[in-house]
């Protein structure tokens, strides 16, 4: 490996203004389809809905704002194991402060944490990457970019940066990624923070649960026996539904946005603005099909043991609430927290209650 190949190199957001007259045109030109009466969400995602959110990306809302506004944060990128690597990069003030890596899940991006930012860089120093498929460390190009792989990726990237002791925070695969990374690298990994930590009915656990928990691991078990659809197929031929998705910006649109409208908390929705920079993010980089293959090229050795410490952040609107008693059985529990407000998106969502409970977590692990 020549010098070249570990280098850093600053990025700066510039889309191609052909693509965002490309995107106007194939708004401009959407194919409906018909909608029964009375539909509702019973057949998915609502008509009327999804052509008031299209016309505001068409005419209301500018990825241009948007692109000044992210180039305002310090981007970088660099190549690990042959694939490119866009990542964010916020020093505190305090040279001696610890860093956190925070990963993203799906169908967000490196988008989630801008909330977050500013907050935490007050104590910690912050890596925000974007996972390999996703963003502008898109697309792939290889198999078995799954989860292992990309926690080995960010323990490369926290070594080419100088953090030699570092916590990990994250949600949705982000959790996974931050999970893997402690086991993969626990004299580095100092604890690691999940907002998401799926808890699976274990018959053998022999453990006294409680009413609530029970009522917890009832969701999780009609959850297995009904794979949401959008799984199934990105764990399955994530290849087939990515040509739908990189052709039709709509379809993109209603493939996310469904997402956003089913794991949100009511009364903490994350705005059209925001949600239509994620989505342009995956149609701009064209990486619905390599985002997508993450949920099959993970499915093998995704479960790792970690031993170091682990906080747990519960939020009550996410898709599934973890269970303290299982969750104790794999993991070093340090923090547990639960919260009456916020889903599956909490550092969009809630970002005040995430970040104090990051920053909680990860300065006692200083006082150890």
């Not at 001696?96 to 993203?104: E, G, K």
């Amino acid at each position: 490996m020549s010098a070249d190949d570990t280098a850093i190199r600053p990025f700066r957001i510039d889309v191609p203004q052909a693509d965002l007259d490309d995107l106007d045109d194939r708004l401009s030109r959407t194919r409906w389809p018909n909608e029964v009466a009375d539909a509702g969400t019973d057949y998915g995602f609502p008509l009327a809905r999804l052509k008031a959110l299209a016309e505001y990306w068409r005419t209301g809302f500018s990825w241009r704002e948007q692109e000044a506004k992210l180039n305002e944060l310090p981007h970088f990128t660099t190549e690990i194991e042959g694939q490119n690597i866009h990542f964010v990069h916020v020093r505190s003030e305090d040279p001696d402060a610890l860093a956190l890596v925070l990963t993203h899940g799906w169908p967000g991006s490196f988008l989630e944490f801008l909330d977050v930012i500013e907050p935490l860089s007050r104590d910690f120093h912050l890596v925000v990457p974007s996972i390999p498929g996703y963003g502008f460390s898109g697309p792939t190009h290889e198999r078995d970019w799954g989860v292992p792989r990309v926690a080995r990726a960010w323990a490369e990237l926290m070594r080419r940066l100088g953090y030699e002791r570092y916590g990990a925070q994250g949600g949705d695969f982000g959790s996974g990624v931050s999970i893997a990374l402690g086991a993969f690298a626990p004299e580095h990994v100092v604890g690691v923070h999940v907002n998401y930590l799926p808890t699976r009915p274990d018959p053998d656990a022999g453990l006294e649960l409680s009413v609530s928990d029970e009522a917890r691991l009832d969701a999780v078990r009609a959850l297995m026996a009904n794979r949401p659809p959008y799984q199934a197929l990105q764990a399955l031929t994530p290849q087939t539904i990515g040509y739908a998705l990189t052709d039709s910006p709509v379809g993109q649109l209603a493939w996310i946005a469904e997402r956003f409208a089913q794991w949100t908390d009511p009364a903490t929705p994350v705005s059209d603005e925001r949600m239509l920079t994620d989505v342009s993010l995956y149609w701009l980089t064209a990486t619905a099909a390599s985002s997508a293959r993450l949920h099959r090229d993970s499915q093998r050795g995704a479960s790792v043991a970690c031993g170091v410490p682990l906080g747990v952040a519960v939020f009550a609107y996410d898709i599934t609430l973890s269970v303290r008693p299982l969750a104790e059985r794999l993991f070093d529990v340090r923090r547990w927290s639960e919260f009456g407000r916020g889903g599956h998106f909490a550092a969009m969502e809630v970002p005040e209650a995430l970040a104090g409970d990051v920053r909680a977590f990860f300065l006692a692990r200083l006082g150890e």
